[in-house]
T-cell receptor, first 115, second 115 residues
Framework: EAQVTQNPRYLITVTGKKLTVTCSQN?????MSWYRQDPGLGLRQIYY???????DKGDVPEGYKVSRKEKRNFPLILESPSPNQTSLYFC??????????????FGSGTRLTVV | AQTVTQSQPEMSVQEAETVTLSCTYDTSENNYYLFWYKQPPSRQMILVIR??????QNATENRFSVNFQKAAKSFSLKISDSQLGDTAMYFCAFIRGGAGNMLTFGGGTRLMVKP
């Protein structure tokens, strides 16, 4: 089954403790992206990657890091999480070869709480 | 930069009735696509319907249809014969055509279908 897999689904952590949210896709997609969802703000892009070793900032990159060492994986790293990073996070992917109107395939989301 | 605005944070409708969700967007592009995504309590992002900007005909998918007004930059979603399973957050989203572009989301509308 074609899918984007995020882990964990839920995570509670303390301020300053480094964490990684993993994202993996099995569709050989070139594009991968991280979004955070907050009430009233919709989904905002954190970082995106157009291919292996190619990453760029989205609209809200502060406090986050990413890496794209393999095509299928795109982990999101919070080196020193703060309470304002409490949010619902989504990973998404898309093929370069499909038209833009195909949209994205989304993971199931990670609910992160930083206390 | 593109912006997407959903002016109705919450809406409710009686089962079997029709409801319309509003979305406006701002762009200087001529080649773009618009989407409505549904997010039920399971948090999964589900693509409901898509519209290509170059098509004058409004898209329809079963009980879901759009009213696309390109000049007014308006893209509303109509749900006919509302069902309890339509209860969800609905997000309007925009993407420029061509390679290397990412989705921009509106703030979302929470729809409650009442029995």
């Amino acid at each position: 089954e074609a899918q984007v897999t995020q882990n964990p689904r839920y995570l509670i952590t303390v301020t300053g403790k480094k964490l990684t949210v993993t994202c993996s896709q099995n569709m050989n997609h070139e594009y991968m992206s991280w979004y955070r969802q907050d009430p009233g703000l919709g989904l905002r892009q954190i970082y995106y990657s157009m291919n292996v070793e190619v990453t760029d900032k989205g609209d809200v990159p502060e406090g986050y890091k990413v890496s794209r060492k393999e095509k299928r994986n795109f982990p999101l790293i919070l080196e020193s999480p703060s309470p304002n990073q409490t949010s619902l996070y989504f990973c998404a992917s898309r093929s370069y070869w499909e038209p833009a109107n195909y949209g994205y395939t989304f993971g199931s989301g990670t609910r992160l709480t930083v206390v | 930069a593109q912006t997407v605005t959903q002016s109705q944070p919450e809406m409710s409708v009686q089962e079997a009735e029709t409801v319309t969700l509003s979305c406006t967007y701002d762009t200087s592009e001529n080649n773009y696509y618009l989407f409505w995504y549904k997010q039920p309590p399971s948090r999964q992002m589900i693509l409901v319907i898509r519209q290509e900007a170059y098509k004058q005909q409004n898209a329809t998918e079963n009980r879901f249809s759009v009213n696309f007004q390109k000049a007014a930059k308006s893209f509303s979603l109509k749900i006919s014969d509302s069902q309890l399973g339509d209860t969800a957050m609905y997000f309007c989203a925009f993407i420029r055509g061509g390679a290397g572009n990412m989705l921009t989301f509106g703030g979302g509308t929470r729809l409650m279908v009442k029995p």
